[in-house]
């Protein structure tokens, strides 16, 4: 399986289950990885034989912006659910941090796969 990856996409957004988490927005950055097969783009050399990672990362954007969810975990799955039904992938990775979650910690976070990976 061929992979497409988008790594280090940051978007502000209101996420969190505190009361003062609802009043701020806050940057993750996520990371994605997408199933695709890039050989009939590799024979062509042609765009639109390929999954453009324009409109993945303009559609993940807009939802993660808009989408003031309580958990991480939601927000993944939904991320992972828009993938899989309008690129039509056929296996994700979505990865998301949330930088400054714990005290002491770099990284906090989520990682989920779905679909069908192989």
């Avoid at 199933?35 to 939802?63: C, H, M, Q, W």
């Avoid at 993944?76 to 005290?103: H, M, S, Y």
């Amino acid at each position: 399986m061929d992979i497409i990856y988008l790594h280090g996409l940051k978007v502000d957004c209101v996420i969190g289950v505190w009361d003062w988490e609802r009043q701020i927005t806050q940057s993750l950055t996520i990371d994605l990885d997408m199933g695709f097969d890039i050989r009939p783009a590799a024979a062509s050399d042609n765009l639109a034989d390929t999954l453009s990672y324009k409109d993945v990362s303009k559609r993940v954007e807009k939802y993660v912006e808009t989408s003031e969810n309580f958990l991480v975990e939601r927000l993944a799955q939904d991320i992972a659910d828009i993938l899989l039904t309008e690129f039509e992938i056929r296996w994700c990775r979505v990865k998301i941090n949330k930088f400054g979650a714990v005290r002491g910690a770099r990284d906090v976070g989520i990682v989920i796969e779905r679909g069908e990976k192989g």
